[in-house]
């Protein structure tokens, strides 16, 4: 009686599996339909993105290229081709900030300060933004526009160049005669850098200059 049971059983839960399928054929159908285009819309996308950037990676090499040899025009005509092209892609920040550096380097800050506005905009990545308002600071106060330069180390993450970060903040405060903090800011970069590290002498110095500034006042009080 329990096998009869068990086998009856069995053929109406069959029974009742049939009939939804009949019941949901077109639902299912659908599902299936709609799935199929889903791998297969993810399979292009992925395909697409990777011409992308294979295309940009591409357009960046011969830009560098063309930096080497000091072919500005073609350089500066990549860049822009990137930027408008690809400008969610690295590769047209990378080109920006090489642009900025060429700029400043001639000595044309104004340049470089539009090049550093310009990556600042595409740049998606955090490190990547801590990294361009740093050189933004720079250009800033090699401007004297000591305030400006204030504004963009402000941006900077608090983790990302903290020795670089608080010298350039040091420099910036000693500019605007903002004693103490600079002499912080200097103290705070040097809790950040290595014994052995090279600037760490430079921002020593810094910080014995200010210090030997602030004597003879307090003599005088």
Known sequence: MRMAFEVLD??????????WLRANAMSILI????????IFGYQQWKARVAHTRAEAAMQYAAFSEAVDAKRIDDA???????RKDFPDSPYAVFATLSQ???????????????????AGQLASDASMKSLIALR???????????????????????????????E?????????GRT????????????????????????EMKLGDLKSAATPEKQKS
Do not use: N, W
């Not at 103290?187 to 760490?200: F, G, I």
């Open 10 to 19: 069995e053929h109406e839960q069959g029974e009742l599996v049939r009939k």
């Open 31 to 38: 599902g299936i339909v709609i799935g199929l285009l889903l």
């Open 76 to 82: 500066t005509r990549i860049a822009e081709a990137l």
């Open 100 to 118: 900025a550096e060429t700029e400043a380097g001639k000595g044309d800050l104004k340049a470089a300060a539009a090049s550093l506005d310009s």
């Open 136 to 166: 933004q600071a720079r250009v800033s106060l090699a401007l004297g526009e000591a305030e400006a330069a204030l504004g963009h180390l402000d941006r900077i993450a608090k983790t990302d160049f903290p020795d670089l970060a608080g």
């Open 168 to 176: 350039l903040r040091g420099d910036v405060l000693a500019k605007l």
């Open 180 to 203: 103490e903090d600079a002499r912080a800011a200097y103290t705070e970069a040097l809790a950040h850098m290595d014994l052995q590290s090279p600037s760490r002498s430079f921002v």
